[in-house]
């Protein structure tokens, strides 16, 4: 790949707290006030969202406005695809993390006969179904979408048939010919699931890298043991939503859980994923400044996004 290429969603359809719409803005107010030219060293491409769709009647409780995620998938990822066909790295900044499942079918699309292994940097597993989840939100579905998993064991709620179809296009949309599989994602620091997602992780034995992994072996060694997990991966994409940070850094977030990473283990962490060839894509998501303080959130996160950009910039050299 010759350069990164920014690749700007701001959606937020998938989440319940209004405002992640409004994270990338939030970047680029810190990048002016650090005077970087992050925002125009590398070309820019902007996705259009389906924000309006916030103002409509949602039919679907158990998958909130699921045919408006799908059509936004379909717009991103061929911007994906096209973005490796044209040699550019994409990093991916986003509202909501329910457009990450777009990113990975962009990724599958342009990779059609490769393993991509997922890097799931998170407080949350987001592997709920509209037959399990307890909000509807699908922001908490991206991971079931690619592994095309209903967890039917534990269901608790009836989807309306509209809901069922779409959800059955969407997972194959995002899993052509065969989903990911399981022993192909990574989680690190996921610490606050419901049971449904817990028995999930347990039966389809996903590695998850806890914090108390990370403050005991310390960042650069669990990243490490994240990519040899993955190594049988041809290609692997990192998404890093900003709740994996503790919130007695920033509140700025959409849903918050305490025992998160600090500021330098997200900083090393990130930094050494980055540095390994096989890594094809980078994401980072839910950052919202309406339940912020002083864009307290952005102001952490910029200088992490700045140093990746770095990162990859050299390795691409």
Not at 200 to 229: C, D, M, P, W
Not at 246 to 252: H, N
């Amino acid at each position: 790949m010759k350069n990164l290429r920014i690749i700007q969603i701001k959606s937020e359809i998938g989440a319940g707290t209004r405002g992640a719409s409004l994270g990338v803005d939030a970047l680029r107010i810190v990048s002016m006030e650090m005077r970087s030219d992050f925002f125009l060293k590398y070309p820019v491409v902007d996705v259009p969202n389906n924000n309006h769709l916030l103002f409509e009647r949602n039919r679907n409780p158990y998958a909130k406005r699921i045919q408006g995620i799908f059509d936004l998938y379909k717009k991103i990822a061929p911007v994906i695809k096209q973005t490796i066909e044209e040699d550019f790295f994409p990093l991916v900044l986003s509202g909501d993390h329910s457009i990450s499942a777009g990113t990975i079918a962009g990724l599958r699309q342009a990779y059609p006969d490769k393993r991509v292994g997922v890097i799931w940097v998170d407080a949350h597993a987001d592997i709920h179904s509209p037959y399990t989840t307890p909000s509807g939100n699908m922001h908490g579905m991206p991971v079931a979408m690619i592994l095309s998993e209903d967890n039917l064991h534990n269901k608790t709620n009836d989807p309306i048939p509209e809901t069922i179809s779409v959800w059955n296009e969407i997972k194959n949309y995002c899993s052509p010919r065969l989903p990911i599989d399981s022993e192909d994602i990574a989680y690190i620091s996921v610490r606050n699931n419901e049971p449904a997602e817990d028995y999930l992780i347990s039966h389809s034995n996903i590695r998850n890298f806890t914090t108390r992994e990370i403050r005991q072996k310390g960042s650069i060694k669990v990243a490490h043991e994240a990519l040899s997990y993955l190594s049988d991966c041809d290609k692997i994409y990192v998404s890093f939503d900003v709740d994996s940070l503790d919130p007695t850094l920033s509140r700025g977030t959409g849903t918050p859980a305490s025992n998160g990473l600090m500021r330098e283990e997200a900083q090393e962490l990130l930094k050494t994923l980055l540095l390994n060839e096989k890594v094809c894509c980078f994401e980072v998501v839910e950052i919202n400044p309406l339940v912020d303080s002083n864009n307290s959130m952005a102001k952490i996160v910029f200088p992490l996004i700045l140093e990746a950009s770095e990162v990859i910039e050299q390795r691409l050299i």
